[in-house]
């Protein structure tokens, strides 16, 4: 997945206009502008679409923990130079405030199943031995899965 599909299933899921967005992004220590926003979430095959890079990314999902859990006292977030989707897939946990059971629930609305220690491998520190890449596909299901959970009527 790239991180223009990323943010157009974020912004889509959680209802988030443009002001909101701008929003989200200061909290995470960067000023959007509303003409990237809005060439950001074109669709990748339009001309005018822009790529979202990693660290522009890890702004806005840094400003989505921020506006759905507070600020930390004393804790400055720093916005990674590069994300993986084990990172995305970290961020949008600590944000929704998911415990494994919560994201197991979500799975299964997108029809994927997988077990606690299962979910808990794409957790662990890259050199621990039961660390497991997130791939595409899984984190696709996760955030259909957020969609069905939080649009429901909206089921295609």
């Known amino acids: 997945m790239n991180n223009n599909d990323i943010l157009r299933r974020i912004r889509y899921t959680f209802d988030l ?3 909101k967005m701008m929003e989200t992004f200061a909290l995470g220590g960067y000023e959007a502008t509303r003409a990237e926003i809005s060439d950001w979430l074109k669709k990748d095959d339009h001309p005018e679409q822009k790529s979202l890079y990693d660290k522009s990314l890890a702004h806005f999902l840094n400003g989505f923990i921020v506006k759905n859990r507070g600020e930390k006292e004393g804790v400055v977030m720093v916005a990674e130079k590069t994300l993986n989707n084990n990172l995305i897939l970290r961020k949008l946990k600590i944000a929704l405030n998911l415990q494994a059971e919560d994201m197991i629930a979500v799975l299964g609305l997108a029809d994927l199943y997988i077990s606690k220690h299962e979910l808990s491998a794409f957790f662990r520190k890259p ?12 984190l696709r299901n996760f955030l259909h899965g ?7 009527k909206t089921q295609q």
């Open 17 to 19: 206009n443009d002001n």
């Open 146 to 152: 957020l969609q069905l959970k939080h649009r429901p």
């Open 127 to 138: 050199t621990q031995k039961h660390y497991r890449i997130c791939k595409d596909q899984f």
